[in-house]
């Protein structure tokens, strides 16, 4: 019978030890490089607002305001900064919330024909400001039950379709398509506008990453809207796909769990 080396056992205990100490630090340096990441990327989104309001502020202060014209015209644009800085915020907090996996999801029965109906009518100006035409495949659902977080769902569909006007051409389509499988209902969202380059596409979900940089920040885009939409649906045990093409438009596709048939 071979005796075991006590010194070799305990090189191996300590050898042991030490991994599983080093893979902790190493895990703790990375939350810590992503924390001053996510500070120093935050820190000046905000400033971006933050410096545009001042401005306008600042040169009413030095004279503009005795203009009426100009001192409603800066003082419009200083409400428009802020009301972005709030959006900001808002996302920030929801973004943060869902990354951290803080936030509850609470799952309900919920009709997704209604659902996408309600968010509809919630765009129709904004859809019309653009000619955007919207409409939901089949024509003929009325009910598609699924299991998900009504409130996190509407949020997804709400940036998604939002993206899809803001980021569409003018005068376009936005198609809301719905199949329905076994256990799953597939959800589509698309659109007939410039579409993203390919390279660019694995990086969309990223938070704070804008492909058309002055278009996103003109019509408002925080660049968190995808960030958001991406740990709603991990949450939900699923996860979003995009397909685009050059001028002929992006389609963004996920799932849910559709409602049992005894229920439905
Ligand atoms: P934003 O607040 O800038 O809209 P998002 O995270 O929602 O941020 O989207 C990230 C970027 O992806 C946008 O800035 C835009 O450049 C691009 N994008 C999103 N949806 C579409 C779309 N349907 N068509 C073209 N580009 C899109």
């Known amino acids: ?42 820190s000046h989104e905000l400033k971006t607002p933050i410096f545009a309001a001042q401005g306008f502020v600042h040169t009413l202060m030095d004279g503009a305001i005795e203009d009426p014209d100009v001192a409603q015209r800066f003082l419009k644009k200083a409400a428009k900064s802020l009301d972005g800085l709030d959006i900001l915020v808002r996302d920030l907090v929801v973004l943060t919330q869902v990354e951290s ?27 019309k400001k653009r ?18 977080d009504p409130q996190r769902i509407s949020q997804v569909l ?7 006007i803001k980021y569409g051409k003018e005068n376009g389509k936005v198609q809301v398509a719905i199949t329905e499988e076994d256990k799953k209902v597939w959800v589509s969202i698309e659109d007939d506008g ?39 649906l991990n949450a939900h045990d699923s996860s979003i796909s995009v397909s685009s093409k050059i001028d002929k438009g992006t389609r963004f596709t996920f799932h849910l769990a559709k409602a049992p048939k005894e229920i439905a």
């Open 131 to 148: 000619g955007t035409k919207l409409s939901l495949k089949p024509k003929s659902l009325e009910k598609v039950l699924v299991l998900a």
């Open 194 to 232: 410039p579409g993203i380059p390919q390279d660019q596409l694995p990086r969309i979900f990223e938070r704070f990453y804008r492909v058309d940089k002055s278009r996103s920040r003109e019509t408002g885009g925080t660049g968190l809207g995808l960030a958001i939409v991406k740990h709603i």
């Open 1 to 42: 019978i071979k005796s075991i080396n006590p010194l070799s056992k305990l090189n191996r205990e300590i050898y042991n030890y030490v991994s599983k100490k080093q893979e902790e630090i190493n895990e703790l340096k990375k939350m810590e490089t992503f924390r001053r990441e996510f500070l120093a990327d935050v």
């Open 158 to 164: 709400i940036n998604l379709i939002e993206n899809a």
């Open 101 to 127: 996996g803080d936030l509850k999801m609470h799952l309900a029965l919920i009709n997704l024909i209604e659902i996408v109906n309600e968010i509809f009518e919630q765009l129709e100006t904004k859809a």
